[in-house]
């Protein structure tokens, strides 16, 4: 069964930094992209941030470019989100993104990015 357990949200201020956990398991991690979206209130799920499986290319929503960095570590089976220069627009429930057969997110994890 597919499993994927974030951590790293919490409340931090404007300009500020945090570090987004995705813990996999039932898949062969290593063998497929993944990605994160958010999801804030009112509006529907974002698409974030994506990587290829063996982690050489990475793609960004244009308003996290500069600010965002995903990696993955392969031998862990973690994804990773870091986020740097944090705005109060980006405050959201996290989700890391896997599709293996179908898509599979896990239960979140919140930011919130206030003063």
């Known amino acids: 069964e597919v499993q994927l357990v974030e951590s790293g949200g919490g409340l931090v201020q404007p300009g500020g930094s945090l570090r987004l956990s995705c813990a996999a398991s039932?898949?062969?991690?290593?063998?497929?992209?993944m990605a994160w979206v958010r999801q804030t209130p009112g509006k529907g799920l974002e698409w974030v941030s994506g990587?290829?499986?063996?982690?050489?290319?990475?793609t960004y929503e244009d308003s996290v470019k500069g600010r965002f960095t995903i990696s993955r570590d392969n031998a862990k089976n973690t994804l990773y989100l870091q986020m740097n220069s944090l705005k109060p627009e980006d405050t959201a429930v996290y989700y890391c993104?896997?599709?293996?057969?179908?898509?599979?997110w896990g239960q979140g994890t919140q930011v919130t990015v206030s003063s």
């Open positions: 993104n896997a599709y293996v057969y179908r898509n599979y």
């Open positions: 039932g898949f062969t991690f290593w063998n497929y992209s």
């Open positions: 990587i290829v499986s063996g982690g050489g290319m990475s």
